[in-house]
């Protein structure tokens, strides 16, 4: 099942023109990531599809629903949750504090939000260790893991990353890959944008290729990482 389907998408910010016409499917159940050098166009890609950015032209689609106008709100009530890069939590409330923001936008009673807490500890377990710490004193790796954790609050259809291994360590950042990668086995869908390509094509089902706002490649995996263009550009 087609769970998100961009037709045709172009977007920029005031007269710079950033994507173009862009067509791109994520199937229920996928991992797909998204490689392409700075400038790209990657961050405007997640951008405008989750309401943060309005096209100038195509559509985006949603669980077969029209979501192109839905603006930040409306397009997480929707079912899509936004890890922006840099790991924006609340650094001056605790790993709790944030973790129950992260739910909000779900709206559920105090005994589904309980039941979702008490899951996602268990899935996270350095946040329990954490649980009262303020989440700015937690290090790189560890505010990541809870800038996840406050998405799936919201138990969302589509978990869109962006960037999420940019300044951690390579240990780090493998540990954070290995999450992503439980997540999926899972049955997480995720739209993921990464610098280490050759790390994010490892873990997911399919890939796109953006190059200046363009599509340039795109297919399974195997198939970027067995290119010899995609492997002499970004790999």
Request: hydrophobic share 45%; aromatic share 4%; no cysteine.
């Amino acid at each position: 099942m087609t769970l998100l389907k961009i037709s045709g998408l172009s977007a920029g910010y005031g007269q710079v023109s950033v994507l173009h016409d862009i067509d791109l499917t994520v199937e229920q159940g996928e991992l797909v990531t998204v490689i392409g050098t700075n400038g790209a166009g990657k961050t405007t890609l997640l951008r405008t599809i989750s309401g943060l950015m309005k096209p100038s032209s195509g559509a985006v689609h949603f669980d077969g629903r029209d979501v192109t106008r839905l603006d930040g709100p409306a397009t997480a009530r929707a079912g899509i949750a936004h890890v922006p890069e840099n790991r924006r939590v609340f650094t001056g409330l605790s790993v709790f504090e944030n973790l129950k923001l992260g739910g909000f936008v779900a709206r559920r009673d105090r005994k589904q939000r309980d039941e979702d807490l008490t899951r996602l500890v268990g899935q996270f377990p350095i946040l329990e260790e954490r649980r009262n710490q303020a989440a700015g004193s937690l290090s790189g790796g560890e505010q990541q893991m809870l800038a996840i954790a406050m998405a799936l609050m919201a138990r969302p259809k589509l978990l869109i990353l962006d960037e999420p291994s940019l300044g951690l360590a390579p240990l780090v950042t493998q540990r954070v890959f290995d999450e992503i990668e439980r997540l999926h086995r899972e049955g997480v869908t995720i739209l993921l944008v990464e610098q280490l390509a050759n790390q994010a094509l490892q873990i997911a089902d399919r890939g796109v290729v953006l190059k200046l706002g363009h599509v340039a490649a795109l297919g399974t995996a195997r198939e970027l990482m067995n290119d010899e263009s995609v492997q002499r550009a970004y790999l």
